[in-house]
């Protein structure tokens, strides 16, 4: 069973910048896709940003493209969302996910595995 926790949320100003955590509880080697999703209250889950662990490339939602980067860590355990010039539409609650999967994308439903989640808020 993978277990993921999610860290490194908070309030900041418009323009600002977060960096985002998940530490995961096995060694994640290739064969996995791991994500980052947000999602608002009363609105759908949205698909932020993916990376193969077997290709290393990375999947991103145009809302995001140029601002966020998501990345391995130090380690096997250890993934991050890096966010840049941050604006009020990104705040949410910030969730990490995983699936057993050489091909990733951000259609939320194919991702199995997901943490409680790390709030954002951007403020103008």
């Known amino acids: 069973q993978v277990q993921l926790v999610e860290s490194g949320g908070g309030s900041v100003q418009t323009g600002g910048s977060l960096t985002l955590s998940c530490t995961v509880n096995?060694?994640?080697?290739?064969?996995?896709?791991m994500g980052w999703f947000r999602q608002i209250p009363g609105q759908e889950r949205e698909g932020v940003a993916s990376l193969s662990t077997t290709y290393h490339n990375t999947n991103y939602a145009d809302s995001v493209k140029g601002r966020f980067t998501i990345s391995r860590g130090n380690g096997w355990k250890l993934f991050t969302l890096e966010m840049n010039s941050l604006q009020p539409d990104d705040t949410a609650m910030y969730y990490c996910?995983?699936?057993?999967?050489?091909?990733?994308?951000?259609?939320?439903?194919?991702?199995?595995?997901r943490g409680q989640g790390t709030q954002v808020t951007v403020s103008s």
């Open positions: 096995t060694n994640i080697l290739g064969g996995y896709c």
């Open positions: 996910a995983a699936h057993v999967s050489h091909t990733c994308t951000l259609r939320t439903y194919e991702y199995q595995y």
